[in-house]
């Protein structure tokens, strides 16, 4: 059972659009993280949501974390081909292990 | 200040062997997470250790086993290895467990490549 369901799991767009990911949970999350991953290394961290309804921006990229803290959705405004890479959103329920959803991947045509 | 460093980042075994893994989380931070990356799973939680004690476990066959030192490296042992071994094990760093204080943030390594014959 995958208690993060990431939508949807493959996006090509061109260069300039804007595009939306999402992650949901059935599950209550104290906290969720985004994570950009490209091809031979490990994720790295973009960004920690808290507070339920909490919208962080990180230069072209928007998070927002649901009012209830079950899902979080990541919103990049004017897609560049450096924003290519697999998204993936994380959490820790009931505070345990870390799990990660499947992953959005995202290529960005110039 | 240093990163997570994984080794070896690349290596090849056949059936049956076993392999070892190295993790050097980053420094201060005290709990140490393991992941397995397939294409077809995605990345999936093998275990959490924290001040030397496993403190989280998944769902993989006794053949994963870890362990973490005092000073905080970690490493991660597969025995009998099969083909579906074959994977990005991923290592993650984070200033406390999962389980306790802080936003549960980690900070990976690059990965060890693991490809079984």
């Known amino acids: 059972t995958q208690l993060l369901e990431q939508s949807p799991q493959f996006l090509s767009i061109q260069e300039g659009e804007n595009l939306t990911v999402y992650c949901n949970s059935s599950s209550v999350f104290s906290s969720l993280q985004w994570y950009r991953q490209e091809p031979g290394e490990g994720p790295v961290l973009l960004v920690t949501v808290v507070t339920g309804g909490e919208v962080k921006k990180l230069k072209r990229l928007t998070f927002q974390f649901g009012d209830a803290r079950k899902d979080s959705s990541l919103h990049i405004t004017a897609a560049q081909p450096g924003d290519t890479g697999l998204y993936l959103c994380a959490g820790a329920p009931g505070g345990f292990k870390t799990i990660f959803g499947a992953g959005t991947r995202l290529f960005v045509k110039a | 200040k240093a990163g997570v460093t994984q080794t070896p980042r690349y290596l090849i075994k056949t059936r049956g062997q076993q392999v070892t893994l190295s993790c050097s989380p980053i420094s201060g931070h005290r709990s140490v997470s393991w992941y397995q990356q397939t294409p077809g799973q995605g990345l999936q939680f093998l275990f959490e250790?924290?001040?030397?004690?496993?403190?989280n476990k998944g769902n993989f066959p006794g053949r994963f086993s870890g362990r973490q030192f005092s000073n905080s490296r970690s490493e991660m042992n597969v025995s009998t290895l099969e083909l579906g071994d074959s994977a990005l094990y991923l290592c993650?760093?984070?200033?406390?467990?999962?389980?306790?204080?802080?936003?549960?943030?980690?900070?990976f390594g690059e990965g060890s490549r693991l490809t079984v014959l």
């Open positions: 250790y924290f001040s030397e004690t496993q403190r």
């Open positions: 993650a760093s984070s200033l406390g467990s999962s389980g306790g204080s802080g936003t549960g943030e980690l900070f």
